[in-house]
């Protein structure tokens, strides 16, 4: 789930354009031919949109979003846009961010995004000013580092993308790790402190 301040903005629209080239197959997309592997849908994810604006507003945006982001006009929007006029959900989810006021002086929703799974576990977020738009392949980067911890004991470090290696985890035995991984597939970095804890590995999946 991700919020955004107003429809009818400059930053909101460009978001929300690139939300929809990334949602699923009905996009028809003008950019690089690699971004075809940059998909919610592939990964299993759901994308809702939320916002202050009545649903007359929503449906008013959306071909603005359509001819921006150069999407089929034929077809449903790919997500949904969450009406929130009276602002209780975002309040509950503290999602209001008080420095950003509409026209009758009422605070608006923040850049959040909420990354919750299956058992509606909330699992991490991300919350950005008004002036910064959101990067949606970091969102995806977020989804594909939760989605590959959940199932086996390893971290992602910084600028992990997959296929990438991934550390295990500092509370992993040795012994264990090796018949997780495999003894040859753990890279072990040497460092002053003497303590083996930056251990390296490809999940199985990735293995050369």
């Known amino acids: 789930m991700f919020s955004h301040p107003a429809d ?3 930053v909101c629209t460009t978001e929300l354009s ?3 080239q990334l949602a ?14 940059f998909r919610f849908a592939s990964r299993h994810v759901k994308m809702i949109a939320l916002s202050c604006d009545s649903a007359e507003a929503h449906r008013g945006w959306i071909p603005d979003i359509r001819s921006y982001a150069r999407i089929e006009t034929h077809k449903e929007f790919p997500f949904e846009i969450i009406t929130d006029s009276d602002r209780k959900l975002a309040k509950r989810l503290d999602m209001i961010d008080p420095d950003e006021l509409d026209s009758a002086g009422l605070p608006l929703t923040a850049r959040a995004v909420f990354f919750i799974d299956p058992t509606k576990k909330l699992r ?3 919350l950005y000013p008004a002036t910064t738009g959101r990067d949606f392949h970091e969102i995806l980067r977020v989804i594909d580092s ?3 911890t959940a199932k086996m004991p390893v971290a992602t470090p910084e600028g992990w993308r997959v296929g990438d ?3 295990v985890q500092p509370w992993l035995p040795a012994g264990d790790a090796e018949q997780r991984f495999g003894k040859n597939s753990i890279r072990t970095v040497d460092l002053p402190s003497g303590r083996p804890y930056l251990r390296f590995t490809k999940p199985p999946s990735t293995q050369q």
């Not at 699923?24 to 592997?37: G, K, R, Y």
């Open 8 to 10: 009818f903005t400059p």
């Open 18 to 20: 690139r939300a929809a």
């Open 24 to 37: 699923d197959e009905c996009v028809i997309l003008i950019l690089q031919s690699n971004s075809w592997a």
């Open 124 to 126: 991490a977020q991300i």
């Open 146 to 148: 939760l989605q590959l």
């Open 165 to 167: 290696e991934c550390m």
